[in-house]
Structures are given as C-alpha cells and as structure tokens.
C-alpha cells in the first residue's frame, strides 16, 4: 500500500461508531486486524473530493434537464478482475450501453460502474450446503475467498487492504479514461460506487475536502447502503449521514413509506438535490403496490431525491439446476413499471441499476439464453446472476421505447 504524510484524525470518529451494524465479518480478534485498519487510515484517498462534486452537481440536475443515469456492472468485483484490461473492457461496455440509451433517448446519461471497490456482500444465509458440508457463505473478496472449503471461508481483515489496492488499480484507470474522453466525462463518467458494507473499512477511509473542510468518503464516489442495512439509528446510515457524497439506498418490497422517511430524514436532512439516490427493487409483481405510497411520501415530505430503479434483485429465483438467475421479461417489466408508477406521480424517472457482465455469460434467461438448461455453460458471477450484453441491451432498448416487446 502507498503511504503519504495523511494521518488518521479525528475525522475517522463519528456518529456510526458504537452504533449496532448488521452484516459485519467477524475478525476483531484476528491478529492482522488492527495493523490493516491502521494501514487504511493513512492510505490516500481513492477518490478526490473535486470528483464527487462534479458527480454530485450532474446528479442535481438530472431531474431538471431530464438526464438518465445508469449505474451497473457486477454483483461482486473479483480481485482478479482488477487487471487494466478487465476494467477496460467493463469501461467500454458501461459507455456503450450509455450510449445506446443517450441515443434512443435524445438525453445525456451518467454513468456509473459497479467497480473500484464492490467487494462486500451482505448475505440472508450465514452458511451454504457444499456436497453435505456446510461451510461460511462467501461474503466478497474483501471479507473471504469464494474457494469452497471452511478455510478458505474464514473472514480475513488483510483482504481490506487488498481491497483497496484493487480498488486503487481500477480508480487509476477510470481516471485516464475520464481524462480520455473529453469534457462531457466531467460529469456523465464513468464515476465508481459500491456498496458500503464493511464499517471497519469504509470508516477509515472517510477524508477531509482541503477545499471545504467537509468530510467525504474517500473509498468511492457514490456509496450506497442495501435493502439489510438501511436501518437508520445504526451504523451503515449514520456513517453516510456523515459525510458529501452523493448516496444511494436500496428499498425493498416490505419498505414501509415511514421507513423511508426516516432513512430520507437521516441522508437527506437539508433536502438538497444531487444528494439521495433512492433504489427500489421490489420485484416484478410487488412493486405496484409497495411503490406508490412511497413515492408520494418522499415527494410530499420535500426530498428531491433521484430514483433509480434496480429491477434485478426482487426478481431472483433459483433454477431447477440449483443455479440462481433472473427472467429477462420479468426485469424489463419491472423496470416499466417503475416508470410508470414514477411518472404517474409526476417524477422523474432517472434510470436504471443493473447487475451486468462485459462478457457472453448465461446467468439469466432471456434473449440468447433460451432455457434454464443453458445457465450452467458459462455461469461465472461469484453472487448474483448479471445480465450479458445483449440481454442489457434488450433491457435499456425496452426502457427507451417503453415498449414491453419480450414481456410474457
Ligand atoms: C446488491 O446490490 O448486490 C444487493 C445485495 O442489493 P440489495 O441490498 O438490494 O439486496
Ligand atoms: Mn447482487
């Protein structure tokens, strides 16, 4: 790891600490422990404080000039998926993909990737059935390997600083390539974000704007908390609630409109657009009714909030081959329902978020991938299954033309 003259400060204490959090490795008492979070506080930062500004600002105005945003790309990051190459070529399906919609749409598009840094999974299961073995459920290059073995399995603190070099890797390209493509990258992107789910790691990369003085998140542009970790008297949303960036929160299909209020009062206190990025991702069926009572409840309470929908996670099913997956027609009927609910109500509907892969896989049914017999030929996602190329394109054509060709 780099070192420079940072040293951690005060700015590293804050609301979150003491705070219960869910979904958290147990390593505390591993020897490496406090040498990798000591390692992290003096890292300079992944991201600067002028670039989650310029994302902040472009966020601000999608509402008003009616830009779209696309945030996709893996459900986990692989560490050895970090190569230039690798992220190359994510890079060039992400602007590919935002063109096609720019194009069909007369609209600029933000992009941002699922990458630099996606490699914490919350889990439902804390163990998985391995040939008539259980063994710990894989939780992310950042926590444990994805090898099979209870070994293998164990939460290792080391992997947070090896989740920041590879982070660091990716953040190195994403820069030149912004730099690459001119002054429309200055604010559409590719910008990075990821879940943020592991407080010891994403704490100590909280840093200080030497323009402003404000705290911001050093470990990406756009952190967001998931559908298990929104609660807002704990950890994961207090330590967003403390710092600039732009955020996003998932919202499942048992949100209640309080709760959302709540986490909205938490995140988004001096109501500022550019701010919040509500997600739901409710499921095909469940969105119609669990989404409207929502909507009006933000609205009515004053938050300008972008909504994006992510019509991959209320739709997961596991296959007769065991293999979990997704219904292509299921996740285009979602996504339109999204928007109908959002326009219904007079909002704005900014987008899509997507789990999708650069490569030809056969995660999810749909276009190419006739049947669930085909999943098992190249079923390479270390979590959830992401949609090809193709199949995302079918996805943000449909969205385009709001037609629901391909829907059964
Ligand atoms: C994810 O985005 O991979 C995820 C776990 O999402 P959610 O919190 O919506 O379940
Ligand atoms: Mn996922």
């Not at 100590?204 to 756009?222: E, F, K, N, Q, W």
Request: glycine residues 6%; proline residues 7%.
């Amino acid at each position: 790891m780099q070192q420079s003259s940072f040293t951690a400060d005060s700015i590293q204490l804050g609301p979150w600490e003491g705070r219960p959090a869910v979904q958290q490795p147990d390593w505390r008492d591993h020897p490496a422990y406090q040498e990798a979070c000591r390692s992290l506080a003096s890292a300079p930062p992944l991201v600067t404080a002028t670039e989650i500004r310029q994302l902040r600002e472009a966020l601000s105005r999608l509402a008003t000039t009616g830009a779209l945003l696309l945030q996709l790309g893996d459900c986990a990051e692989s560490f050895y998926e970090c190569t230039p190459r690798h992220t190359a070529e994510k890079l060039k399906v992400i602007d590919w993909l935002g063109d096609r919609l720019g194009e069909l749409t007369g609209r600029s598009v933000v992009r941002v990737g699922r990458m630099g840094g996606q490699f914490a999974k919350p889990r439902s299961q804390a163990l998985e059935w391995h040939d008539a073995l259980s063994i710990p459920s894989f939780r992310g290059h950042m926590i444990n390997s994805d090898l099979a073995t209870s070994v293998a399995r164990k939460a290792n603190p080391r992997r947070m600083v090896w989740a920041y070099e590879a982070s660091d890797q990716v953040q190195r390209v994403m820069r030149t390539y912004r730099r690459e493509n001119g002054p429309t990258a200055a604010t559409e992107g590719p910008w990075s974000s990821h879940e943020a789910l592991v407080v010891d790691y994403e704490s100590r990369l909280i840093r200080r704007d030497p323009d402003t003085d404000d705290r911001y998140l050093g470990s990406t542009h756009l952190p967001w908390v998931g559908e298990r970790t929104r609660q807002p008297a704990e950890a994961h949303v207090a330590l967003l609630s403390a710092v600039v960036n732009p955020v996003g929160c998932k919202i499942g299909p048992t949100a209640s409109p309080d709760d959302i209020l709540e986490v909205c009062a938490a995140l988004d206190p001096r109501r500022e657009p550019g701010r919040l990025v509500l997600i739901p991702r409710m499921g095909r069926d469940r969105i119609q009714e669990a989404l409207p009572p929502i909507v009006r409840a933000v609205v009515n309470a004053g938050h300008p909030v972008v909504w994006l929908s992510d019509p991959m996670h209320g739709n997961t099913v596991t296959s007769q081959v065991g293999l979990k997956t997704r219904h292509l027609t299921d996740v285009i009927t979602e996504a339109l329902r999204f928007r109908d609910i959002l326009e219904g109500n007079r909002q704005h509907a900014a987008g899509l978020h997507i789990e999708m892969a650069a490569d030809d896989v056969t995660e999810c049914i749909g276009g190419s991938v006739e049947n669930e017999d085909e999943l098992p030929r190249h079923y390479t996602s270390l979590c959830d299954p992401r949609l090809n190329v193709n199949q995302a394109t079918a996805l943000i054509e449909a969205w385009a033309t709001g037609t629901t060709t391909g829907r059964s």
